[in-house]
């Protein structure tokens, strides 16, 4: 995964933060992260075991573009991807756990909200972007 596919999810994450707290600024609305949060670490653990199920089928599969994929050297690159996107998932899950936790001492840190929100898109956008290349990999 090159730098450019890496920092694309980040950037967007943070326009989108951005145009959500200029939103909810003009409009005098409170963010009420907390449900939002509750759902993503329900919806990135099962996306932690797929992208884990993942690793077994890449290394199973076989059709042209695997063997293409393989002899060119570039298994390296997608499993170097795929660490990465599970790497992600695994600091979203922790993050949001320790957001909770730590929820009452944070509450005068409003920042930190947006932040989560920033982490929490940015590892959606990379997810979704792994599992679109994983699908053009393994159906013809």
């Given at each position: 995964m090159t730098t450019i596919q890496k920092i694309i999810p980040i950037l967007l994450g943070i326009l989108i933060s951005l145009g959500i707290w200029f939103f909810c600024?003009?409009?005098?609305?409170?963010?009420?992260?907390?449900?939002?949060?509750?759902?993503?670490?329900?919806?990135?653990?099962?996306?932690?075991g797929f992208l884990f199920t993942v690793t077994t089928?890449?290394?199973?599969?076989?059709?042209?573009?695997?063997?293409?994929?393989?002899?060119?050297?570039?298994?390296?690159?997608?499993?170097?991807s795929l660490r990465y996107v599970i790497n992600y998932s695994l600091i979203v899950i922790f993050s949001t756990?320790?957001?909770?936790?730590l929820e009452e001492f944070l509450v005068c840190f409003s920042f930190v909200k947006y932040f989560l929100l920033v982490i929490h898109i940015s590892a959606a956008i990379h997810c979704f972007l792994f599992v679109?290349?994983?699908f053009r990999i393994i159906l013809q």
């Open positions: 600024r003009d409009m005098s609305i409170n963010l009420n992260l907390n449900k939002f949060l509750e759902l993503s670490i329900t919806v990135f653990s099962i996306l932690l089928i890449l290394h199973s599969v076989k059709n042209d573009r695997m063997e293409f994929i393989k002899k060119s050297g570039g298994m390296a690159s997608v499993n170097s756990i320790f957001y909770f936790l679109k290349i994983f």
